[in-house]
């Protein structure tokens, strides 16, 4: 066994590895970190949005200034519309925090990776992972990598994270299997446009199975978009993508619609299609974060978020491990339990979100009553912005709550006030019958009712 240089070589220098390298590094310890690119890389495909629980880590990290700096506005207000129903409330606070940020995907890199140098990470580009190195008993204590000129590399360390996308060289080198996986749900277009006005506010619309979508990022530029289902979804040149793009607001947002034809778009289009897994994200001497370990559909904007929380959760891990206080296979068995109960919730609820299948008009109803409700308009963009747990926001008393904002006549619809009668005890005295509503409303929740019923207060008397 070779003598361990580093106590950790993170493969993988973008938002996961260079975070998860940063929090090492700034901890004392040694740490090696990796990456195929030459850096500054070029603009990344990714929707750049930050929401508030990745901001609060790098407000924690002291970073969040420097960022904010990169010219790209706070955003307050998370919106959604399907048809003439209209949600925009305010974000939710996790800790005092309580806005996103959109910034330019490489400047964003580039400021954690600096970071994670100036902490005392080594950085080494343009090197490709080939190998694995193990002892006798499986254990990994190394890698084999390879130069852009092809000279080989050899490194030894106490832990190997596999910090490198979806498509993880690490993941597939130690057989890391997959699991819960879903196949691809929708394939997305979307672009930058100069000359948009900013209001801090995302927007998303849902009509007709697509998913419009559009905010505020850097430089005055703002992202607009359309997810459409993968059967629905064309290749074609620029002048059809804008053509789609438009149409997809014309039909939900005409005001915003002829803004677009009237400005312009000053980038190509971009595409994008994720399945959505988990994988066994440890084993002896290594572990997985980001993309790596866990990847969901990108209709939710979540994965920088994701990859920002989930370097925390595996340094927090981890750490006691590599100094001594704690045995390292217990620590990363720990780093797995709580990543998958970190995300479960919000992995199930973006699977629902992505399949992209129109409200139906009971879910209209709570739509609406969540607008007349500051607290549940709240829970529910705090939701998809990965703040609120779908287990709390579906829980029964939460959704029993909703039904003070329905009011009373027979706009709602039969089976709204009939699970009201359920929910509040009906006229004539009769006692209210919770089991039965929860029933009768997970029932038009689809995939998100399971919340409702799986809750420990489901149907509570």
Not at 261 to 271: F, I, Y
């Amino acid at each position: 066994m070779g003598v361990a240089m580093y106590d950790v070589i993170v493969v993988g220098a973008r938002i996961s590895g260079a975070s998860t390298a940063m929090l090492l590094a700034r901890a004392g310890y040694r740490v090696l970190l990796l990456d195929r690119a030459k850096f500054p890389g070029g603009k990344g495909a990714a929707t750049n949005l930050v929401h508030p629980p990745g901001i609060l880590r790098l407000k924690r990290w002291g970073l969040l200034d420097e960022v904010a700096a990169t010219g790209c506005p706070p955003i307050h207000s998370y919106g959604l519309q399907s048809g003439p129903v209209q949600l925009m409330a305010k974000l939710p606070a996790v800790e005092g925090v309580a806005e996103a940020y959109s910034p330019e995907r490489a400047k964003l890199d580039e400021i954690l990776l600096e970071a994670a140098v100036k902490a005392g990470a080594e950085l080494r580009e343009q090197v490709a992972l080939r190998e694995l190195l193990t002892d006798s008993q499986g254990t990994v204590i190394g890698v084999r990598a390879e130069t852009e000129d092809r000279t080989p590399l050899v490194e030894h360390a106490r832990l190997v994270v596999g910090a490198d996308g979806s498509n993880s060289t690490v993941a597939r080198l130690v057989g890391a299997e997959k699991y819960d996986s879903h196949p691809v749900l929708n394939k997305s277009h979307w672009s930058y446009w100069a000359d948009l006005p900013h209001d801090g506010k995302v927007r998303t619309y849902r009509h007709r199975h697509q998913h419009a979508f559009t905010w505020p990022t850097h430089d005055g530029l703002t992202i607009v978009g359309v997810a459409l289902p993968v059967e629905d979804f064309k290749a074609s040149p620029d002048q059809g993508r804008d053509a789609t793009v438009i149409a997809a607001f014309e039909d939900v947002d005409p005001e915003f619609a002829a803004r677009l034809r009237e400005t312009r778009r000053v980038d190509k289009w971009m595409t994008g299609a994720v399945p959505n897994f988990l994988r066994h994200c440890h084993g002896p001497g290594w572990a997985l974060v980001g993309d790596a370990g866990y990847t969901r559909d990108p209709i939710t904007a979540a994965g920088i978020t994701d990859s920002l929380r989930g370097a925390e959760l595996l340094v927090e891990a981890v750490e006691p491990a590599l100094s001594g206080d704690r045995d390292l296979a217990a620590a990363l068995a720990d780093y797995a339990r709580r990543r998958d109960a970190l995300v479960g919730g919000h992995f199930r609820y973006t699977r629902d979100h992505a399949a992209l299948a129109d409200y139906n008009r009971e879910e209209l109803e709570f739509i609406r009553a969540m607008a007349r409700s500051p607290h549940h308009g709240s829970g529910m963009v705090g939701m998809f912005a990965t703040i609120v747990p779908p287990a709390e926001f579906y829980s029964p008393a939460n959704i029993h709550a909703l039904f003070e904002h329905i009011p009373p006549g027979p706009d709602p619809g039969w089976k709204i006030r009939m699970v009201r009668w359920l929910v509040r005890g009906a006229p004539r005295h009769l006692p209210p019958a919770t089991r039965l509503a929860d029933r009768l409303i997970a029932a038009n929740l689809g995939s998100m009712g399971t919340f409702l019923l799986d809750s420990p207060v489901a149907g509570a008397a």
